[in-house]
């Protein structure tokens, strides 16, 4: 069956230090990638995506994801964390042959120590 | 920047009752989504809606569940005789194609946060 899977359920890094939040998923095919952030009480906020071509995507506040084949994975990165990037973060994928929904991660809680 | 917008932001509900989460979608979008994501669990797919039918729909998505597009802008998900465990937050999306399809995205609204009492 297709998943996603988050094996870091909460993360705790200084301000300034740098950060990733891993992201596993299980299907043959290359799937479409994506990292949303949820802020307490607050929706899903695309971070950034992936459907081909370069491996590397940038996306918004300065963060960036690698698409790794050959690990079924897409961690999401950023080289300094602000205390603002405290939040839920969700990795999630749609795969070609199921377009029409998106599968989502249990999530990483990620707190900011002062 | 165009948005999915969502009414109420919360919704409070007897047991039994009948209610309507209410989404408009992006105005040229044409494929739309319910999610929900029950207090501190994962996001989860119930339901894509295309060309005025369901095109895809998850177990949760059972027949105390339905979603309508009643006229051209809004996007509806109804649940017929509400439970206890059906508080969530619900989440309304929208795309103007399938997901991936050509770089496609679904974009999100904020949410209904809905509880049952």
């Known amino acids: 069956a297709q998943s996603v899977t988050q094996p870091d359920i909460h993360i705790t890094v200084s301000e300034g230090a740098s950060l990733e939040l891993r992201c596993n998923y299980s299907y043959g095919a290359t799937p479409y990638l994506f990292w949303y952030v949820q802020s307490p009480g607050q929706g899903l906020q695309l971070l950034l995506k992936?459907?081909?071509?370069?491996?590397l995507v940038q996306g918004i506040k300065g963060f960036e994801a690698e698409f790794k084949r050959s690990q079924s994975s897409f961690n999401l990165r950023k080289p300094s964390v602000h205390w603002s990037d405290a939040a839920e973060y969700f990795c999630?994928?749609?795969?070609?042959?199921?377009?029409?929904?998106?599968?989502f991660g249990s999530g990483t809680r990620l707190s900011i120590r002062p | 920047e165009p948005e999915v917008t969502q009414t109420p932001s919360h919704q409070v509900t007897q047991m039994g009752q009948e209610v309507i989460l209410r989404c408009v979608p992006i105005s040229n979008h044409l494929y739309f989504y319910w999610y929900r994501q029950i207090l501190g669990q994962k996001v989860e797919f119930l339901v894509s809606?295309?060309?005025?039918?369901?095109?895809?729909k998850s177990e949760i998505f059972d027949d105390q569940f339905s979603v309508e597009r009643p006229d051209g802008s809004n996007f509806t998900l109804k649940i017929r005789s509400t439970k206890l465990e059906d508080s969530a937050m619900y989440f309304c999306a929208s795309s103007e194609r399938e997901t991936g399809a050509y770089n496609t995205e679904a974009f999100f609204g904020q949410g209904t946060r809905l509880t049952v009492v």
């Open positions: 992936y459907f081909s071509g370069d491996t």
């Open positions: 809606f295309y060309n005025n039918e369901i095109s895809e």
């Open positions: 999630a994928v749609a795969f070609y042959s199921s377009a029409s929904k998106i599968i």
